[in-house]
């Protein structure tokens, strides 16, 4: 299995991006997926996460206003839209991936929880 994403980049405060998270070698129907982030000098941690079954979502408190995550099963793809992004929305932003299991989103944000991980995305926001 292989997870790559793209779509980071440079932004302005206020602007928007969308991740991708690419997911090859077994289908994302069966995956919990989700995405986390490092900032420099800061531990990684979880932004939100969704069920490749039936879509369910959950998402850090941080996440709830301002990121949507989606999927897409034909494409084998999970997406995280940004929209209003800060400077403190700035670091490496990661895709993770697992196979399902019953209490998957009540654990979504442990990363030991995961099996594969991609190489991940800069997200630079700055004026």
């Known amino acids: 299995v292989q997870l790559v994403e793209s779509g980071g980049g440079l932004v302005q405060p206020g602007g928007s991006l969308t991740l991708s998270c690419a997911i090859s070698?077994?289908?994302?129907?069966?995956?919990?997926v989700g995405w986390f982030r490092q900032a420099p000098g800061k531990e990684r941690e979880g932004v939100a996460c969704v069920v490749g079954s039936d879509g369910s979502a959950r998402y850090a408190d941080s996440a709830k206003v301002n990121f949507t995550i989606s999927r897409d099963n034909a494409k084998n793809t999970v997406y995280l839209q940004m929209n209003s992004l800060k400077p403190e929305d700035m670091a490496v932003y990661y895709c993770a991936a697992t196979n399902y299991y019953r209490n998957y989103i009540a654990h979504c944000f442990m990363e030991p929880k995961y099996d594969y991980w991609g190489q991940g995305t800069q997200v630079t926001v700055s004026s």
């Open positions: 070698g077994w289908r994302l129907q069966y995956f919990g």
